[in-house]
Every structure is written in C-alpha cells, then in structure tokens.
C-alpha cells in the first residue's frame, strides 16, 4: 500500500492526538488518590513502603516552602528536599482544607517530614502527609502522550517519503 495522498497527514495528526488525549486522561487520573487521601498530622516519622508520600498544609501559602525528609532512624542526616507539586489540590477532611505543597515519588522506608518557609519566617501552618497509590499513572500517562506523538512524526515521515518517491518515479 503507498501512502501518496495528503490525507494520510491528516492520519498522522488524528495519532498524536487521540494519543495526547489518552496520555492526558491516564496522567489525570493518577491525581484521583491524592484527592481522596487520608491525611495524618506530619509529627510521627511514615514509612511509605514504596508508594509516594504527599505533603499538605492547611494554609495556603503564597510564599515559597521546603520540605525534606530525613531517615527516621536518622535525624541528624542530611535531608532529601520535595519537590513542589505541579496542582494545587485542596483535600477537604474534618473541617480543614488541606492544600497540596509537594510529592515525593516512591519514598521507602521510615521517614521524618519537616517543612520551613524558605524566607525564615514565622510559621503558624500545620503540615501532613498522606501515602498515595498509583501515582505511577501519570508517568505512564506522559510515556501514552511520548509514545503516540513519536509515532505520529514517523508515520507522517513514512507519508512524505513515499509521496516524495512517488513524484520522483517515472510512470
């Protein structure tokens, strides 16, 4: 089969969509347990086993906040920082709304949560976690959107070959 008409572009553009859109519903839906997650106060250490650990206060904050985490058995070891989390979920849960600060992906063993404002300011904030299943999904939802994207420029490079050749060729 040659693939010589314009149309088959068009094709190639329907790929990368329907995969983007596909990539877009998996990844969004990775954030189904942080908003449904039991938040625990961040005062004991947490041992994730494995899932990811997701960190909330229950201020909004409109200044910049660390978070680390340090090996419970350890505290005087050097903290790992969290990273920032990319949405502002609000987790309404006995009369408090608890506001995504940041995730750590994956955290294994017992760890101890602590969070400073990065301008050493005053801090009235109370801070949680939350362990989260499934998060992976939102990496295997940019893996859907990569992979049908990268197919789509192959197949549209297939197209523009044959159509090319096609011109080329005598008849």
């Not at 995730?103 to 300011?121: H, M, N, Q």
Request: hydrophobic content about 45%.
């Amino acid at each position: 089969m040659r693939l010589t008409s314009p149309l088959w572009y068009l094709a190639a553009v329907a790929v990368a969509l329907v995969g983007s859109m596909a990539g877009t519903a998996v990844a969004a839906s990775a954030w189904d347990g942080v908003r449904e997650a039991t938040i625990a106060p961040a005062t004991e250490p947490v041992d994730a086993g494995g899932s990811t650990l997701a960190i909330f206060t229950d201020q909004p904050q409109d200044r910049d906040i660390t978070c680390t985490t340090r090996p419970a058995d350890k505290p005087d070891a050097e903290g790992d920082t969290v990273s920032g989390a990319a949405l502002d979920i609000v987790v309404p849960q006995q009369g408090t709304d608890w506001h995504l600060l940041a995730l750590r992906p994956t955290e294994k063993g017992a760890v101890s949560i602590s969070c400073v404002p990065a301008d050493g300011g005053t801090d009235a904030a109370l801070y949680g976690y939350a362990v989260v299943d499934g998060f992976e999904r939102a990496n295997r939802g940019a893996t859907i959107g990569t992979v049908s994207l990268a197919l789509a420029i192959a197949f549209a490079g297939v197209v523009f070959w044959q159509r090319r050749r096609s011109r080329r060729e005598p008849e």
